[in-house]
């Protein structure tokens, strides 16, 4: 019997939290800024949603949950505790289930870890994003750097798992002055991070800024690939893998959550504007809920959150899985990618990328080299079908 994709890739929960204290100049996420929140509304609608789901996806196992916004760590642990007892009851859980919550490093926020842990998250991922006070005024965050690594010191006592974000290729920042804050961070991290390159997204104030010409001091293409290769060589050498472009772990401390995405597996999302991929009855469904939050909220009040549910056609879900499965070190499954459309990775192509030494095909997979994972959209387009042929 075929195995369904959930088995494959694994099956999580997404829930997202879209409140923040300020919005950042460079989030594009759907997130919103507002004087006060319903905690007690909002957990009841979030775990309506998660029965919701529950139902329609009967006998699964969970393998994680992930609490993303907005930030979460705004959150009241009641609210926490409501949407996990609702996952609790909907699906059985795995043994070594991976919990997870985004948190904004300010003491305020930390004073409530201890809490949150009560409630059932065994990992949080601080949006540290820079060491130094200057940028992280610039990036528009509310916390000093010294309040920053005062929370992770939290966090790192009351959670067995600690990841951070950092951004990079920032205004004004040297090769010099990231590869010692990258080695600050080294030597702070308990055993995941995750370093993204500053990109320019349509609809955030950076955006807006930039096209207006007033946002000087970018690093140019090449210092930008230089610091790329100093994040590589430098996590490499402190032991932490790059299992993703963007994302480093020492080994069996990667995220279970986001590799479920990677591996093309199976989430329920739950939210404003939360995204989820469903496989049922062999049919893949994306869903995503309203992005408005009050609008979210009354829908799910009235038994459905969701705006978008729709089925994907072979060829989409061929698309993604190639697009997701190329950013992991592992790979993909050439046998798996090919069932969705055969058109995908023809031979030819796959040697000549060998051969330009983007990629390696080995045990029915495909997977990007360090030289090919900056160029992974060359890549992707490669190996796509010819829709004139």
């Not at 999580?12 to 879209?18: F, I």
């Not at 979460?72 to 609210?79: C, D, I, K, V, Y």
């Not at 610039?138 to 790192?156: I, M, P, Q, T, Y």
């Not at 070190?329 to 040697?351: F, H, K, M, N, V």
Request: aromatic share 8%; proline share 4%.
């Amino acid at each position: 019997m075929t195995p369904e994709t959930w088995q494959i890739g694994g099956f999580g929960l997404y829930v997202h939290w879209p409140f923040c204290e300020a919005k950042c100049p460079y989030c594009d996420f759907n997130s919103h800024v507002v004087a006060h929140v319903d905690q007690t509304r909002w957990a009841n609608a979030l775990a309506s949603e998660i029965r919701r789901l529950a139902a329609r996806t009967p006998g699964r196992v969970l393998q994680s949950v992930f609490f993303g916004g907005g930030t979460p760590s705004l959150m009241a642990p009641e609210t926490v505790a409501t949407v996990l007892d609702a996952a609790r009851d909907g699906w059985v859980w795995a043994n070594d289930i991976e919990i997870t919550l985004e948190a904004n490093p300010r003491s305020v926020e930390a004073a409530k870890f201890e809490s949150f842990a009560r409630a059932g998250v065994g990992r949080v991922s601080l949006g540290v994003q820079a060491l130094n006070d200057a940028d992280m005024r610039r990036l528009g965050r509310l916390h000093s750097v010294a309040e920053a690594k005062e929370a992770f010191n939290v966090a790192r006592e009351t959670f067995s798992r600690v990841s951070f974000d950092l951004i990079y290729a920032r205004q004004g920042q040297t090769l010099e002055a990231w590869r010692a804050e990258l080695l600050d961070a080294l030597e702070m991290a308990v055993d995941h991070l995750s370093l993204y390159q500053l990109t320019l997204e349509p609809g955030t104030a950076f955006w807006d800024r930039a096209q207006a010409g007033g946002l000087r001091g970018l690093p140019d293409e090449d210092l930008s690939a230089d610091m790329y290769e100093v994040t590589q060589e430098m996590c490499a050498d402190a032991g932490y893998h790059a299992y993703e472009v963007s994302n480093h772990a020492l080994p069996g401390a990667e995220s279970r959550h986001n590799l479920i995405y990677w591996r093309y597996g199976d989430y329920a999302g739950v939210g404003p504007g939360a995204h989820g991929r469903l496989s049922l009855d062999g049919r893949r469904f994306a869903t995503a809920g309203y992005l408005q939050p009050g609008r979210w909220l009354a829908a799910a009040e009235a038994g459905c959150g969701d705006e978008i549910d729709t089925q994907l056609s072979l060829k989409d879900q061929a698309a993604e899985y190639c697009m997701l499965g190329l950013r992991i070190s592992e790979g993909l499954d050439i046998d798996r990618l090919r069932e969705l459309d055969p058109q995908w990775a023809r031979t030819d192509e796959i040697a000549g990328l060998q051969e330009l030494g983007l990629i390696t095909r080995e045990d029915g997979r495909l997977r990007a080299t360090p030289g090919g994972r900056p160029v992974l959209n060359s890549i992707i387009r490669t190996l796509m079908p010819d829709e004139t042929g």
